[in-house]
């Protein structure tokens, strides 16, 4: 078999045993879509305790793990989860640990997730892990994406702001930069870790930063959102 159909067949055999055991989600086959240009494609599931009995449960966003339209989502596009807690940061990809979700018996509660394409078209998939304390995975929902393009962007392409070295020891750059005015780094639960001013060509000194994954937003003038990346620091 190969390691491809091992890792579906693995999702599989997990979204089965969620469903029939502790934890499970609707509609079967959750969706969103919109224009590149949209500021929020939402996607509401319904996550369900199954069991008569209290669970505390965890969450994740996993955008590398392959599906069944095997389409990796674009590094662009930005995701945020509203649980049972709160809505969190754009950007946090990972309940934070001390903000579980606790279901009570039978409890159903929908999950709004919603995600910022920042321009960029494409069809893509992630999945939508919910977990135990222990990290276990409860259940397994993927969520398919079709993002179409849009005519007042139909060159941001080629015109894309990136960010580069990623992963990084000592420092960062941009490409495509001129409206950048601002780059603010962030830890996984989205507290503000260092914030400078920046000029076309500038780059951005991360060796003080602890080894791990981080937040980058970019900035315009008007302090308005142009991208967000996710920095992986050695």
């Not at 304390?133 to 398919?144: A, M, N, Q, R």
């Not at 930069?177 to 780094?185: G, P, Q, T, Y």
């Not at 914030?195 to 951005?204: D, E, L, P």
Request: hydrophobic letters at 35%; a negative charge.
């Amino acid at each position: 078999m190969h390691m491809k159909q091992i890792i579906l067949f693995s999702l599989f055999m997990t979204l089965s045993l969620g469903l029939s055991a502790q934890v499970s989600f609707a509609p079967e086959a959750p969706e969103g879509s919109g224009p590149s240009t949209s500021t929020d494609i939402k996607v509401d599931i319904d996550v369900i305790n199954d069991l008569a009995e209290e669970q505390i449960t965890f969450w994740y966003i996993d955008r590398e793990s392959p599906t069944e339209h095997d389409h990796l989502v674009p590094s662009e596009w930005e995701f945020q989860l509203c649980d049972k807690n709160t809505c969190y940061l754009w950007g946090l990809e990972t309940c934070p640990t001390g903000n579980p979700a606790v279901f009570n018996a039978n409890e159903t509660f929908t999950y709004n997730l919603h995600m910022r394409p920042h321009g960029v078209a494409g069809i893509g998939d992630i999945i939508l892990h919910i977990t135990a304390e222990d990290g276990s995975i409860l259940t397994s929902i993927p969520v398919h994406y079709n993002v179409d393009p849009s005519t007042s962007t139909k060159d941001l392409d080629a015109k894309q702001i990136k960010i580069y070295p990623n992963p990084t020891t000592d420092f960062i750059q941009l490409t495509n930069d001129n409206d950048v005015s601002k780059v603010a780094i962030y830890n996984i639960v989205g507290k503000n870790i260092n914030t400078s001013s920046h000029f076309s060509g500038k780059s951005h000194d991360v060796s003080r930063l602890q080894k791990g994954i981080y937040l980058v937003r970019l900035f315009d003038q008007n302090d308005n959102v142009l991208s967000v990346f996710r920095l992986n620091k050695n």
